[in-house]
Structures are given as C-alpha cells and as structure tokens.
Nanobody, 126 residues
Framework: QVQLVESGGGLVQAGGSLRLSCAAS????????MGWFRQAPGKEREFVAA????????FYADSVRGRFTISRDNAKNTVYLQMNSLKPEDAAVYSC???????????????????WGQGTQVTVSS
C-alpha cells in the first residue's frame, strides 16, 4: 500500500523555522521525484519545491527560493522541507507528492504528480 505521511508542521512566529518530513512507503522511493505543495484557505494549491529522484536537482517557487530547502534521504525513504525565515503568507497546509520519473530537469516542477499525502498544517504568527 502506497503511503506518503507528512509531519513537522505547527505554529511558529514570523522569522522562525520548521522542518517538514514526508515518509514514503509502498514504492521504490528512489524511482520517484518528490514535490512539496501548499494550499492556503481560499487559494489554489501551489508548487513549493521539487527534487529529482537522485537529489541532484532541486527547484523552487520564486516565493520561497533562498528561504526553503528541499532534500531527500533515499535510504530512509524520506523527503524534507527546511523552511527558514517564515512569513505569515507561508501559512498553509503543506503536502508532499511523488512522480515516477528519472527526469532531472525543471519539468518536475510542472508534471502531474501521482500520489499525495494528507498534508501537515503550518501556521505562522506575525
């Protein structure tokens, strides 16, 4: 059974940091590009960051570049999102997703992802 389980969300003050984790099971993790997305109330889901199957390529939304870092540990079947200098506008439900691909280009920002986790809430107080 495929599962993506996010954790690490919570309440943080503006300027603070959080580290999100997404643990995958039921697939050969290293065959998949991984992405982080977020959705705030009343807004559409938006791309945040993506990482290629090997971890060699990473891509970010302009709004988070320089503040967020995506990484993965294929031995632990886990992808991470380190979020620094958080802003109130970063508040959202953050979800991870996977895509079966060995593509390492920026296409992984735009592809349709295959499977999604349930999400973890990030709240940023001003």
């Amino acid at each position: 059974q495929v599962q993506l389980v996010e954790s690490g969300g919570g309440l943080v003050q503006a300027g603070g940091s959080l580290r999100l984790s997404c643990a995958a099971s039921g697939r050969t993790f290293s065959n998949y590009a991984m992405g982080w997305f977020r959705q705030a109330p009343g807004k559409e889901r938006e791309f945040v960051a993506a990482i290629s199957w090997s971890g060699d390529s990473t891509f970010y939304a302009d709004s988070v570049r320089g503040r967020f870092t995506i990484s993965r540990d294929n031995a632990k079947n886990t992808v991470y999102l380190q979020m620094n200098s958080l802003k109130p506008e970063d508040a959202a439900v953050y979800s991870c997703a996977d895509r079966h691909t060995r593509d390492t280009s920026a296409n992984i920002k735009r592809v349709e992802y295959d499977y999604w986790g349930q999400g973890t809430q990030v709240t940023v107080s001003s």
